[in-house]
């Protein structure tokens, strides 16, 4: 099975694209030409397109490959750019082809945010990323989506490879040790009533 990688210059965002013979396509920020090379050199049958949540620099190229291959959006909100889609929910898992795909929902980043889990491969969106996890609107959401990765991501057994919405791959394991954002948060939640900072 095949991976591939296409950095977006619009929004600077990642899509990916992996199959053999089918193939399923994550968060086609921009149509570009590479792209579509890939898909046609390979000539995979498309089978489905994945959607982590509905932010422009995600799904901006999704009218244009609607245009070009009659496949099957999945996506937690109904419509995204004027496409149908079939809606998913935390918990479904899907078998499409070949691909089985399980749906963890992580809300915090955008209501709809969503992790999808095929193998030992964690396509993130923008709630892990390599040293960070993603920016909220309040600190309700950002407590929220810490707490679900916490329970649902970094909980998993064994290690996974990390393929964020921007910026690089990661593992699992190199999140747990190493994040950042989620070692300041655990720093905060353990720390002794009247513990003051020394400024």
């Known amino acids: 099975m095949k991976l591939f990688f296409h950095y977006c210059s619009f929004g600077f965002g990642n899509c990916y694209v992996l199959g053999s013979a089918d193939a ?11 792209l579509l090379e890939f898909i046609e050199t390979n000539d995979f ?10 932010h422009k620099t995600h799904v901006q190229g999704l009218r244009t490959l609607k245009r070009i291959y009659n496949t099957d959006v999945y996506a937690i909100n109904r419509v995204i750019q004027d496409s149908q889609t079939i809606p998913v929910k935390d918990g479904d898992i899907i078998d499409i082809g070949p691909f089985n795909v399980e ?10 945010s969503v992790v999808y889990r095929i193998g030992t491969l964690l396509f ?17 959401g950002a407590k ?11 909980s998993l057994p064994g290690d996974y490879t990390v393929l964020p919405g921007h910026g690089p791959p990661s ?17 905060l939640q353990n720390r002794k009533p009247g ?5």
């Open 24 to 34: 399923i396509i994550i968060d086609p920020g921009h149509m570009a030409k590479q």
């Open 45 to 54: 049958f498309l089978r489905a397109v994945l959607i982590t949540h509905d």
């Open 103 to 112: 749906v963890i929902s992580i809300p915090g980043h955008s209501a709809d």
């Open 124 to 140: 993130t969106g923008d709630v892990l990323t390599t040293g960070l996890v993603g920016t909220t609107a309040s600190a309700y």
């Open 144 to 154: 929220t989506q810490i707490n679900k990765l916490r329970s649902r991501i970094l």
């Open 171 to 187: 593992t699992l394991e190199a999140e747990r040790r190493f994040n950042a954002d989620i070692n300041d948060y655990n720093d």
């Open 195 to 199: 513990f003051k900072i020394q400024l």
